[in-house]
């Protein structure tokens, strides 16, 4: 089992920063590919990003290449989303996830992932 938390979402203006973390704990961080997707209201929840075991590879939603950086820290156990430049289309609660996944082409698919966090709200005003 891992258990997830997110964190640092709050209310923005369009152009800010804000910073989204996800603490694990439980089974080893390390042994799993993370995920960061978001849902809007009235909406399917949709990739974000993602990042592998090692950190040396990740992966971005064409809708935020450029803006958002994954990361993660696994001797902190913490997987972290550097957004910029925020936009208004970019407000949605935020999940991290996590999974044992070996396709790249798998990386995008929430069914690929077996733990989930709870989300945080991340609102970007015009």
């Known amino acids: 089992q891992v258990q997830l938390v997110e964190s640092g979402g709050g209310l923005v203006q369009a152009g800010d920063s804000l910073r989204l973390s996800c603490t694990a704990s439980?089974?080893?961080?390390?042994?799993?590919?993370m995920g960061w997707f978001r849902q809007a209201p009235g909406k399917e929840r949709e990739f974000v990003a993602s990042?592998?075991?090692?950190?040396?590879?990740?992966y971005y939603a064409d809708s935020v290449k450029g803006r958002f950086t994954i990361s993660r820290d696994n001797a902190k156990n913490t997987l972290y989303l550097q957004m910029n430049s925020l936009k208004p289309e970019d407000t949605a609660a935020y999940f991290c996830?996590?999974?044992?996944?070996?396709?790249?082409?798998?990386?995008?698919?929430?069914?690929?992932?077996?733990?989930w966090g709870q989300g945080t709200q991340v609102t970007v005003s015009s």
């Open positions: 439980g089974r080893t961080f390390s042994s799993n590919t």
């Open positions: 990042i592998t075991l090692s950190g040396r590879n990740t």
């Open positions: 996830a996590a999974g044992t996944i070996f396709s790249v082409t798998s990386l995008s698919r929430t069914d690929a992932y077996d733990y």
